[in-house]
């Protein structure tokens, strides 16, 4: 059973490009979430999604962030219009239940925006 | 409002020497605790977690954390490091069990020196 999966594990973006961080959770999870380490802080909670559906979106930047996790395929983090300080490590974490403090909870690696 | 400290962003201990991490607390209602390791390249991984009962707390790898309700404390410790424990380690807390997010404190990366 292969663990959370993110892709990819590096991006570099340009100013103003798009940003598209992919999640596919451990097989038969339906609970996603998605944090950002910023440099020099700790992980911050941005979104928490179930299949086709934000079930909690407060940490979420107003503009520019989006999420999904479509009932097939991974769950998408998209940053439009990527600016320097969106450079950041974003985890993402899956689990088969609700409640983010229960023990099937597993973290992906992370993949490491650079913005230019 | 829940948040965590973790004093001292840096701790360097030797081979065989005592490990201590510290984190502290605050939270408005009875906190669920945590302690995640990450080691480079890799995603965080539970060492240990207090929900209820017992205040201490043992996880893997030998190490334990103490629940100090009084000192708004959840320090992590382990007798006798080892060059594998050199990682990063943060602490978190969760609005009881339902809660959908953790609250992260900053880290403290972990240094075993030969």
């Known amino acids: 059973n292969a663990g959370v999966m993110q892709n990819p594990r590096h991006l570099v973006r340009r100013r103003g490009q798009e940003a598209r961080l992919r999640c596919s959770p451990m097989k038969g999870h339906s609970h996603v979430y998605w944090y950002r380490q910023l440099p020099e802080e700790g992980l911050k909670f941005m979104v928490y999604?179930?299949?086709?559906?934000?079930?909690?979106e407060s940490g979420m930047p107003k503009e520019r962030f989006s999420a999904e996790f479509p009932k097939e395929g991974p769950s998408i983090l998209r940053i439009q219009q990527v600016v320097r300080g969106d450079s950041a490590a974003y985890f993402c974490a899956s689990s088969p239940q609700q409640g983010a403090t229960n023990e099937k909870l597993f973290f992906g690696s992370g993949t490491q925006l650079s913005v230019l | 409002a829940q948040s965590v400290t973790q004093l001292g962003s840096h701790v360097s201990v030797s081979e065989g020497a005592l490990v201590l991490l510290r984190c502290n607390y605050s939270?408005?209602?009875?906190?669920?605790l945590f302690w995640y390791v990450q080691y480079p390249n890799q995603g965080l991984q539970l060492l240990l977690k207090?929900?209820?009962?017992?205040?201490l707390v043992k996880g893997i790898n030998g190490f334990e954390a103490e629940f100090k309700k009084s000192e708004t404390s959840f320090h992590l410790t382990k007798p006798s490091a080892h060059m594998s424990d050199a990682a990063e380690y943060f602490c978190?807390?969760?609005?009881?069990?339902?809660?959908?997010?953790?609250?992260f404190g900053t880290g403290t990366s972990l240094t075993v020196i030969p």
């Open positions: 978190a807390v969760s609005e009881g069990y339902t809660g959908n997010q953790f609250y």
């Open positions: 207090y929900t209820t009962g017992a205040t």
């Open positions: 939270s408005s209602v009875p906190p669920y």
């Open positions: 999604l179930q299949k086709e559906n934000i079930i909690d």
